[in-house]
């Protein structure tokens, strides 16, 4: 596994700027794992404070979060807009200070999925993953 720089990651700020974020993405075709670090130069292997977290099939023209909840893939929210730090993030496995707005679903091979990320501070952005060959790999987004 190696990291990758984060222009593709998932926490992306707005515009054009680099992201202060590196993304690794591994695990089972059933449990991707997103192991996040900040990357700043600041902060140097610390820990993304997220608010929400969405993941859907990728489709051209749909954003992750305005996938309704009935047809999202994942999604984890934080209702009260508070932050939990995380520096692993388990596929369908509950997160302590965030609800489950959609509940996993089985996931497949070859299929592309978004995964579109809110932190503290503002930073958001997105990831594409896709399975294929027997492991999960970062893409380019559409």
Not at 14 to 22: H, K, M, T, V
Not at 109 to 128: C, D, F, K, M, N
């Amino acid at each position: 596994m190696k990291w990758i720089p984060a222009l593709a990651a998932l926490l992306l700020l707005s515009g054009c700027s680099p992201s202060p974020f590196d993304l690794e993405v591994s695990g089972p075709l059933e449990r991707p794992v997103l192991e996040m670090r900040r990357n700043d130069g600041l902060i140097r292997g610390g820990a993304v404070c997220l608010q929400q977290v969405h993941m859907v099939a990728a489709a051209p023209g749909v954003w992750a979060r305005a996938v309704p909840d009935e047809q999202a893939t994942w999604r984890l929210t934080n209702p009260e807009g508070g932050c939990t730090n995380l520096r692993r993030l388990a596929y369908g496995q509950p997160v302590q200070g965030l609800v489950t707005a959609a509940p996993p679903r089985p996931l497949s091979a070859g299929v592309r999925y978004e995964i579109w990320g809110e932190g503290a501070g503002g930073l958001r952005g997105s990831a594409v993953i896709l399975f294929e060959n027997g492991a999960w790999r970062l893409v380019p987004e559409r």
